[in-house]
């Protein structure tokens, strides 16, 4: 098979298994803000940004995002699909593009930490001018979730959604087969992954 038209299925897969873990596994993590949901939807795109560089993390962060705002969130829209593309697309920039450079599980590690917390900051943000202005909440309502809200869900999900991501990607690498070498447990800087 073509290795472009190869690396296409590998991510519509990587999309495919993002949205259904999205549909499947919902639930919300702080009872004072039900609407602040955890999903895992974005692991196989962290996985498609380490196995196949930042740009196609983003690329499938994209797809899912798209998809999601007009079926699994289709309250929030175009509006959700936006916040989730830039939010979801900080942290795999982020973590893959680290990860190219330290290709290593070390590197991994420390992408998805910074990544995480990149993720968490910009939701800031986010949520101050979206869900003000398009989704009519009042400012001094977001403002007022930001810290014991906003932050901690965020937190909560990019850690969870990196130690899915530690612990799934060698198999999801295989089921794929994407080579990957077998020192990912290591994080000697001459292992490769």
Sequence with gaps: ????VNKMVK?????AMGLMLMMIIRFPVIPAAPFLEYEPGDV???IGGFLFGPATGF????????????TVSAGSGWIGAL???IATGTMVVGAGTIYKKMHTLKGA????????ICMTLIMIPLNLIFTTLFLNVPFDVV??????????F???KTALNSVLTIVIYKTVAKALRVEINPAFSRTSKTQKV
């Design 59 to 70: 690329t499938i962060t994209f797809i899912i995002s798209l998809i999601q705002g007009f």
């Design 44 to 46: 196989p795109a962290l």
């Design 154 to 156: 965020n937190l909560f």
């Design 143 to 152: 403002k007022a979730m930001i810290i014991p809200a906003i932050i901690p």
């Design 11 to 15: 991510v519509a897969m990587l999309s």
């Design 83 to 85: 916040m989730h593309i």
């Design 109 to 116: 590690i420390i992408g998805l930490a910074i990544g995480s």
């Design 1 to 4: 098979m073509n290795s472009n």
